[in-house]
């Protein structure tokens, strides 16, 4: 009898992911809470506010389908080297996390249609003179690891940079403050936020290392939930939406979002 | 976009200091217990116990904890358990202090000398009140140092809960760090909160020292009776 217990509740761990599997949406409307991992050290995109309660464009988008679906948000705090774990071991629904979509990427997870497009740029204090992406040789460049900073800086630097790796933005802009490093690849947004934030350093974006379209992540051959997210991003964009958020957040809303 | 920092954040800083508190009492006292097994299957004698406390001793000392608190969270998710960052660090922080605290132990009570144990059982006493009454009260003190200075470590460890999403002391700092974009003030007062929680088990250390002082001298005093 017990040994037959035993296989029943070997069974039934077989059993209850496969009924689980149909598709995500079902199950956040019924739960009645929409699970999305955000960043909360990651300015603009997630940041706590003076009130101490999660902010910034990727907390706003996360409202704005928790109240497109009819449910409550749950966000749970992610840091970006988790973004990919979280989905594939079920413990968030959706990622929105200044998540730049990749193809190495989607080879884990999918990707929705882009939800903003930010640039990598490579900011640094004026004395040092950085015109394209070849005087990065010779220079220490700091980035923030596992974020798209750190892919394109990896992925595009010559050879001969020293790519130095910070936990989150506030240390990649620190080392550059405190002089560790000469130079820092960063989104447009926060490069100029720091820039403005330290006036006496001179900071200076130097230039335009890549274009980052980014999008909401969720788990692959969930097709219902894809179509669901896509569909919310087109109308949200449609009925303007999140045009104000992109204004209050990066200072200017983008002309179009691209589709594929 | 960004805040000053100001006395909020240091509340907010407060707050989850508490959870780093909270966590290090729950792998403290789950330490304790698992240590305590740990320890009494490396002296038992009996082989199977001994092997595999000493098993569980190398994976969990011979991995680093970042890795440990990895997979008893995500790790635990694909197996289909589904549990939350508390948790998956307390099971992690739990298992880790546990084979610390039972390889100190485990030392502390194999360095009380064996003719010790011999003369008891001479004496007709059984294992049991051997282990009880000889062996651990004297093994207690010089076990004490160590004890309380992994404690200190244990606590400060809690930090790398960090990576699995739980809000305790590091994290918020990491938070407010990226509001306000001020680290350096930041990490400061979280430094600050770590010293005022680790300063007095530092204290609790020294005076539990001074007291295996006393002792030492009342055990070399009634020896030289005995002799």
């Known amino acids: ?260 | 976009m960004f805040q000053t920092f100001n006395a909020n954040h240091v509340m907010f800083l407060a707050a989850a200091a508490e959870w780093t508190v909270a966590l290090s009492a729950i792998a403290l006292l789950g330490g304790f217990l698992g240590g305590a097994a740990l320890a009494w299957m490396r002296i038992s004698g009996l082989r199977w116990a001994s092997g595999f406390a000493q098993g569980f001793v190398y994976v969990v000392q011979g991995t680093p904890l970042l890795v440990q608190l990895f997979l008893a969270y995500f790790g635990a998710a694909f197996a289909g358990l589904d549990v939350p960052p508390l948790a998956a660090a307390a099971v992690a922080l739990t298992l880790y202090a546990s084979a610390f605290f039972g390889e100190m132990w485990r030392g502390a009570l194999t360095a009380v000398p064996r003719g010790q144990r011999d003369a008891a059982r001479a004496l007709g006493l059984r294992e049991g009140p051997i282990l009880r009454k000889i062996v651990i009260p004297q093994a207690i003190l010089p076990a004490i140092p160590p004890t309380i200075g992994f404690v200190v470590h244990l606590v400060k460890n809690t930090a790398l809960a960090s990576v699995i999403g739980f809000r305790e002391l590091t994290r918020a700092g990491q938070l407010v760090a990226n509001a306000t974009f001020e680290p350096l003030p930041v990490f400061l007062t979280v430094a600050g909160f770590y010293f005022l929680l680790c300063y007095p088990l530092s204290l609790l250390a020294q005076w539990l020292e001074g007291r295996m002082q006393i002792g030492v001298k009342i055990n070399t005093k009634n020896e030289g009776v005995l002799q």
């Open chain 1, 1 to 260: 009898m017990k040994r037959f217990a035993l296989l029943l509740a070997l069974a039934w761990a077989f059993i209850a992911p496969a009924a689980h599997a149909q598709s995500t949406l079902d199950d956040i409307i019924k739960r009645g809470t929409l699970i999305v991992g955000i960043s909360l050290g990651t300015p603009p995109y997630g940041i706590t506010n003076a009130q101490m309660e999660p902010d910034g464009y990727d907390v706003g988008l996360a409202k704005l389908l928790a109240r497109d679906l009819g449910v409550k948000l749950q966000i749970v705090d992610t840091v970006a080297a988790n973004r990919i774990p979280s989905l594939t071991s079920n413990k968030v629904d959706i990622v929105i996390s200044s998540f730049s979509i990749t193809s190495e990427r989607a080879k884990a997870i999918a990707f929705t249609d882009t939800v903003y497009v930010d640039q990598q740029v490579a900011v640094s204090p004026e004395a040092v003179k950085l015109t394209k992406l070849a005087d990065l040789k010779g220079k220490r460049v700091g980035v923030t690891r596992a974020s798209t900073n750190d892919i394109v800086a990896t992925r595009l630097a010559p050879e001969g940079t020293v790519i130095q790796r910070y936990d989150d933005d506030a240390s990649t802009s620190q080392a550059m403050l405190a002089g560790q490093v000469d130079a820092i690849v960063t989104s447009r947004a926060l490069a100029v936020a720091i820039r403005d934030r330290n006036p006496a350093m001179k900071l200076t974006v130097q230039f335009v290392v890549s274009q980052a379209p980014m999008a909401i992540g969720l788990r692959r051959g969930d097709a219902d939930l894809l179509h669901w997210l896509n569909t919310a991003i087109f109308m949200l964009w449609t009925n303007r939406d999140l045009q104000p958020l992109q204004e209050k957040w990066f200072g200017a809303a983008l002309d179009d979002l691209p589709r594929y």
